[in-house]
């Protein structure tokens, strides 16, 4: 079975700090994703990346970054966590973009 | 406005009951998603689908291409069935998936 692992489940930060989401999956795909979701929202598309090293925004990068040294990880980063920015975060990965997305457990950020 | 909507928001149903959720999308689609979402976040794939129809066990999906519409059917279904149920959409270029905003199910005993 395919394992996407996200480093926290819960994770208190404080304005102004720098975050950093970590994700990795064992199934050597090339696709991953970051996605927030947030009540009556949906999930939303933050950044994603088809490759080590490729990166693409997506509906809402604004406030993130991404980094994609290695096939397995891909790391969301809030360069200036802001109080709009406590969300549930979702990291997905696939095989092939037309396969389907196998997703973490989620990390559930609070920025006080 | 969303790509995907479904309906019912909030769903409520006593044990054994048969469940429908609908999912209408407005893009092109190369497939159609349906997951679910227990209470602590991780989210589980249950079907993938093009055309048809597919079964596993209680649930059953259907999908109308020239409708643009979706129907995720659970019979007799169970509390342990209470997740959310969200819809996605493969978009035709790029592979990206829609999302709907969920349907929360509960189901009491």
């Known amino acids: 079975d395919v394992k996407v692992t996200q480093s926290s489940r819960y994770l208190v930060k404080r304005t102004g700090e720098k975050v950093f989401l970590e994700c990795v999956q064992d199934?050597?795909?090339?696709?991953m994703f970051w996605y927030r979701q947030d009540p009556g929202l949906g999930l939303r598309l933050i950044y994603f990346?088809?490759?080590?090293?490729?990166?693409e925004k997506g509906d809402i990068p604004e406030g993130y970054s991404v980094s994609r040294e290695k096939k397995e990880r891909f790391s969301l980063i809030l360069e200036s966590a802001s109080t709009n920015q406590t969300s549930m975060y979702l990291c997905?990965?696939?095989?092939?973009?037309?396969?389907?997305?196998?997703f973490g457990d989620g990390t559930r950020l609070s920025i006080l | 406005k969303n790509e995907v909507e479904q309906s019912p928001q909030n769903l409520t149903a006593q044990e054994g009951e048969f469940i429908t959720i609908n999912c209408s999308y407005s893009v092109g689609i190369s497939a159609l998603h349906w997951l679910q979402q227990h209470p602590g976040g991780g989210i589980v794939s249950l079907f993938m689908l093009s055309s048809g129809k597919k079964k596993h066990g209680r649930l059953i999906a259907t999908i109308n291409i020239q409708e643009k519409h979706s129907s995720l059917h659970i019979t007799a279904s169970h509390p342990r069935d209470s997740a959310v149920y969200i819809c996605?959409?493969?978009?035709?270029?790029?592979?990206?998936?829609?999302f709907g905003r969920g349907t929360q199910l509960t189901v009491w005993p």
């Open positions: 199934m050597d795909h090339e696709n």
């Open positions: 990346s088809y490759d080590v090293k490729m990166k």
């Open positions: 996605a959409v493969r978009g035709s270029t790029l592979g990206r998936l829609y």
């Open positions: 997905a990965s696939s095989r092939g973009v037309y396969q389907p997305q196998h």
